[in-house]
Nanobody
């Protein structure tokens, strides 16, 4: 079992940047894919980005492509989400996730959330206009 603890988030003006962190503890697996999802009030939780355990493969939702960057530091068992050029539409609770069976692309596929092994506690990101 792996536990995920998030940090970061907050309030930022449109066009600004935030960096989220997600630290994994407990048992980890070399095959883990790490990713980020987000959920706005009244909306479905949606995929944001994913990265392979090695960091060699990444996959992004179209809505964040070119603005967000996912990265990992395996020595620290930590995944990051650098969010640039933020828009009010990015306002949501952001959750990190770990899946030992999925590829980065598979995590973002329909039904991908069903395979998630662990979720972070969530952190609020609010982007003002």
């Amino acid at each position: 079992q792996v536990q995920l603890v998030q940090s970061g988030g907050g309030l930022v003006q449109a066009g600004g940047s935030l960096r989220l962190s997600c630290a994994a503890s407990g048992r980890t697996f070399s095959s883990y894919v790490m990713g980020w999802f987000r959920q706005a009030p009244g909306k479905e939780r949606e995929f944001v980005a994913a990265i392979s355990w090695s960091g060699g493969s990444t996959y992004y939702a179209d809505s964040v492509e070119g603005r967000f960057t996912i990265s990992k530091d395996n020595a620290k068992n930590t995944v990051y989400l650098q969010m640039n050029s933020l828009k009010p539409e990015d306002t949501a609770i952001y959750y990190c996730a770990a899946d030992r069976r999925a590829s980065a692309r598979a995590m973002g596929a329909p039904g991908g959330m069903l395979s998630i092994d662990s979720w972070g506690q969530g952190t609020q990101v609010t982007v003002s206009s």
